[in-house]
């Protein structure tokens, strides 16, 4: 499977983003799909993971009730809606797929090439 993640930029604090993270190759449906992020200096960090059917999500402390994972009817996009973006979310975001619903980067074996966040204050 791979990944393209696109829609980075830089925005002022308050404002919203939206990443996407498609696959080509083929299709990632039977897999759950994560956003990770790697600030500037920081250990790489888990930021969302959708459930392959769509229907299971779970978010990191620091984004929940500010991002939203989503995936389209297809299944070949990701999406990572991100609102109220603060420059602490300031980092290179990553998506990637596993075979399994799960938090910790090293279960995933297909990673994208990254797009950068940088949220100015």
């Known amino acids: 499977v791979q990944l393209q993640a696109s829609g980075g930029g830089l925005v002022q604090a308050g404002d919203s983003l939206r990443l996407s993270c498609a696959a080509s190759g083929r299709t990632f449906s039977n897999y759950a799909v994560g956003w990770f992020r790697r600030a500037p200096g920081k250990e790489r960090e888990f930021v969302a993971v959708i459930g392959s059917s769509g229907r299971t999500t779970y978010y990191a402390d620091s984004v929940k009730g500010r991002f939203t994972i989503s995936r389209d009817g297809a299944k070949v996009t990701v999406y990572l809606q991100m609102n109220s973006l603060k420059p602490e979310d300031t980092a290179v975001y990553y998506c990637?797929?596993?075979?399994?619903?799960?938090?910790?980067?090293?279960?995933?074996?297909?990673w994208g090439q990254g797009t950068e966040v940088t949220v100015s204050s």
């Open positions: 990637a797929a596993a075979g399994q619903f799960d938090t910790n980067s090293s279960r995933y074996p297909y």
